[in-house]
């Protein structure tokens, strides 16, 4: 298991397209997260996942955004009707069970929207 | 809700140096995890060091070790013997040890480091 991946790398929308991330989590890691990084910011979280139930959404994730874990694996971020506001680092990262354990990242997906 | 906040935008330090990036957070718990990570241009972002809340020793990572002042909220990270490899955006982190809570991250601003040779 090399870690968590995030495909694809990069994605330039036209605003107004739908677009689609994925994140496949270290194995055994029951803890799934994303993220969002603007320019210069720390990353905002958006969502968990224990196993295949998303716990918590923040606030920042409007009804255009949706994620889903189907069987506690891989996760997508889908985001509806993009904005050129939507325009960051998507990250997505695991974590194994347990209190205060290392949250491991992946190398995030780059949206434009142009 | 928690914040964390670093003051401290940039940061440079020649080779072999001492560097030394502060943190501040608010919360109103009082068990809790703090963190420092390392995101070096175009990578991911991998974990530098922990602290416990409970815990009075400040933790130590080879070259790096943290400042933890419970009463002030106050978190820094040292970095001995700088290396061109440490050049990175530094991330302070704080995550509550709430039980069933999200265990999830609450960022700063991040200071940028440049080491120069």
């Known amino acids: 298991d090399t870690g968590v991946s995030q495909n694809p790398r990069h994605k330039i929308t036209k605003r107004g397209q739908n677009v689609t991330f994925r994140c496949d989590p270290i194995?055994?890691?029951?803890?799934l997260y994303w993220y969002r990084q603007t320019l210069g910011q720390g990353p905002e979280f958006l969502t968990y996942f224990q196993n295949e139930a998303q716990l918590e959404k923040s606030r920042l994730l409007s009804d255009r955004f949706s994620a889903e874990r189907p069987k506690g694996s891989f996760s997508t971020l889908e985001i509806q009707r993009t904005e050129q506001g939507d325009s960051a680092m998507y990250l997505c990262a695991s974590s194994p069970p347990g209190l205060g354990t290392e949250a491991f990242f992946g190398q995030g997906t780059r949206l434009t929207v142009v | 809700a928690q914040t964390v906040t670093q003051s401290q935008p940039e940061m440079s330090v020649q080779e072999a140096e001492t560097v030394t990036l502060s943190c501040t957070y608010d919360t109103s718990e009082s068990d809790y995890y703090l963190f420092w990570y390392k995101q070096p241009p175009s990578r991911q972002m991998i974990l530098v060091i922990r602290q416990e809340a409970y815990k009075q020793q400040n933790a130590t990572e080879n070259r790096f070790s943290v400042n933890f002042q419970k009463a002030a909220k106050s978190f820094s990270l040292k970095i001995s013997d700088s290396q061109l490899g440490d050049a990175a955006m530094y991330f302070c982190a704080y995550r509550s040890h709430r039980l069933g809570g999200a265990q999830k991250l609450v960022f700063g601003q991040g200071t940028r480091l440049t080491i120069n040779p």
């Open positions: 194995s055994e890691h029951n803890r």
